[in-house]
């Protein structure tokens, strides 16, 4: 699906922007809705905020601390502490654990290889 608030109906549009619906600007952050077939927008700390808003890319809300931790590659049963602010703000800035799984596999590799280089 993905897309953004212009691509809303026109009068959920200007529910949504209010005054700044006739302003002239792009505004492409806000309202976006995530794509089902394309890799996720970057998350930010504070996904409800009208200007960095991620949506889910089919029900009109925003994602769930839990969905955006999938998005991160988060196990489903990773507990996160504190506020739901203090939640998100965790998942935002975080590197996404498959992504450092497979930067630390090949740092090992890499080890390994000059490791064996320097005992031949």
Same mark, same amino acid.
């Given at each position: 699906m993905g897309g953004y608030w212009r691509d809303l109906p026109e009068e959920v549009q200007k529910e949504y922007m209010g005054g700044s619906y006739g302003l002239a600007g792009g505004k492409t952050g806000m309202a976006r &809705? @995530? *794509? @089902?077939?394309?890799? *996720?927008? +970057? @998350? +930010?700390?504070?996904?409800?905020?009208k200007q960095t808003e991620r949506c889910h890319p089919i029900e009109t809300r925003p994602l769930t601390v839990r969905e955006y931790a999938r998005i991160q590659t988060f196990p489903d049963d990773w !507990?996160?502490?504190? &506020?739901? *602010? *203090? #939640?998100? &703000?965790?998942?935002?800035?975080? %590197?996404? %654990?498959? @992504?450092a799984y497979a930067v630390g596999r090949s740092l090992i590799r890499l080890f390994n290889d000059? !490791? #064996?280089a320097a005992h031949s």
């Open positions: &809705r @995530l *794509s @089902l077939a394309e890799p *996720s927008l +970057t @998350l +930010t700390c504070a996904p409800a905020q !507990e996160f502490a504190g &506020r739901l *602010s *203090s #939640k998100y &703000r965790q998942i935002g800035n975080a %590197v996404p %654990v498959n @992504l000059i !490791e #064996k």
